[in-house]
């Protein structure tokens, strides 16, 4: 099939190179223009630039799909439909009604939960334990389209935004080529959602701090659901002031502690929590790279009793 693609990041990355290796022609990707990175705020492509530019095939970066002249060069594409993983932009309906079979999403969640910007983090962060990848029909609605085909991949305690981030991107690469096939053999008309649908909303930097009055178990889900992008904070107390503190890693204890929560006790860099105590297992000062929490209590002033803000 000749197809557009639609994409920005790492995510979908695996999603364009899976339809590449499938022997769809991919005739134009679109992804978010360059954006300052780095300390130097160097503007840069965005993965799938990046990837589909070491491939050969033609990159667009308008600043929005809204824009006229947008629409307009999109329409004028000879294409039988278009694909869109992690794009990161609202589309019309001029641009929907385009491609000969229709625009197709791949979404991280199980529809209709999670519908929105950050459906990996706020599965893990909510205590799901399950999510998926799902290819939909898209409509004007935010990921409101009848649904192709369904993968589901189970949440482990052990798993970060990260982790799940990356099965899911193989998952979601795999079901692509299989609910092409169906589109466009006609077979693929998909199903309503079905169920009362939640959003997930973009994380703001305050949402990610951590509050110990909230039980281990929630930190726990809050931690790994927020590592390593953002990054669960706290405030650790220096001799040169209040510094913060990126949590990337925990686990639960089945200790209890009537200590202030927020504060270290003994064996480890264990936590006392509102409700029990957790045991925060790699973290990242401010400046600094990520360590161990063993690593870290060498060089840092954290003794039983302190407490983080």
């Given at each position: 099939?000749?197809l557009?693609?639609?994409?920005?990041?790492?995510?979908?990355?695996?999603?364009?190179?899976?339809?590449?290796?499938?022997?769809?022609?991919?005739?134009?990707v679109?992804?978010?223009?360059?954006?300052?990175?780095?300390?130097?705020?160097?503007?840069?492509?965005?993965?799938?630039?990046?990837?589909?530019?070491?491939?050969?095939?033609?990159v667009r970066?308008?600043?929005?799909m809204?824009?006229?002249?947008?629409?307009?060069?999109?329409?004028?594409?000879?294409?039988?439909?278009?694909?869109?993983?992690?794009?990161?932009?609202?589309l019309?309906?001029?641009?929907?009604d385009?491609?000969r079979?229709?625009?197709?999403n791949?979404?991280a969640?199980?529809?209709?939960r999670?519908?929105g910007?950050?459906?990996?983090?706020?599965?893990?962060?909510?205590?799901?334990?399950?999510t998926?990848?799902?290819?939909?029909?898209?409509?004007?609605?935010?990921?409101?389209?009848?649904?192709i085909?369904?993968?589901r991949?189970?949440?482990?305690?052990e798993?970060?935004?990260?982790?799940?981030?990356?099965?899911?991107?193989?998952l979601?690469?795999s079901?692509?080529?299989?609910?092409?096939?169906?589109?466009?053999?006609?077979?693929a008309?998909?199903?309503?959602?079905?169920?009362?649908?939640?959003?997930?909303?973009?994380?703001?930097?305050?949402?990610?701090?951590?509050?110990?009055?909230?039980?281990?178990?929630?930190l726990?889900?809050?931690?790994r659901?927020?590592?390593?992008?953002?990054?669960?904070?706290?405030?650790?107390?220096?001799?040169?002031g209040?510094?913060r503190?990126k949590?990337?890693?925990?686990?639960?204890?089945?200790?209890?502690?009537?200590?202030t929560?927020?504060?270290?006790?003994?064996?480890?860099?264990?936590?006392?929590?509102?409700?029990?105590?957790?045991?925060l297992?790699r973290?990242?000062?401010?400046?600094?790279?990520a360590?161990d929490?063993?690593?870290?209590?060498?060089?840092?002033?954290?003794?039983?009793?302190?407490?983080?803000?």
């Open positions: 099939m000749r557009a693609f639609m994409g920005t990041p790492e995510f979908a990355v695996k999603a364009l190179a899976e339809l590449v290796a499938s022997g769809h022609e991919i005739v134009c679109y992804s978010q223009p360059p954006a300052p990175k780095g300390r130097g705020q160097v503007l840069s492509p965005s993965p799938v630039h990046s990837f589909a530019q070491s491939l050969g095939i033609e970066t308008p600043k929005s809204k824009a006229p002249e947008a629409i307009a060069e999109f329409q004028a594409l000879d294409i039988d439909a278009c694909i869109v993983v992690a794009y990161g932009q609202i019309k309906k001029e641009v929907l385009h491609p079979l229709g625009c197709f791949l979404h969640s199980l529809l209709p999670w519908r910007a950050a459906p990996i983090q706020r599965a893990i962060m909510a205590g799901d334990t399950h998926g990848v799902e290819v939909m029909r898209m409509t004007e609605g935010l990921d409101e389209g009848a649904i085909l369904t993968g991949e189970e949440i482990t305690a798993d970060t935004a990260q982790t799940l981030h990356d099965k899911l991107a193989m979601g690469a079901l692509l080529p299989v609910a092409l096939a169906a589109i466009e053999r006609g077979g008309a998909g199903q309503e959602q079905v169920g009362e649908p939640t959003y997930a909303k973009k994380i703001t930097p305050e949402e990610a701090r951590i509050d110990w009055n909230r039980p281990a178990r929630d726990d889900f809050h931690i659901g927020l590592s390593p992008f953002p990054g669960a904070w706290c405030l650790l107390q220096t001799p040169k209040e510094q503190l949590v990337l890693m925990s686990r639960l204890t089945d200790e209890v502690s009537a200590e929560p927020g504060t270290r006790l003994l064996g480890g860099l264990k936590i006392a929590t509102g409700d029990g105590i957790i045991e297992l973290v990242q000062r401010e400046g600094k790279a360590q929490a063993a690593d870290f209590l060498n060089g840092a002033a954290l003794e039983p009793g302190d407490i983080l803000l």
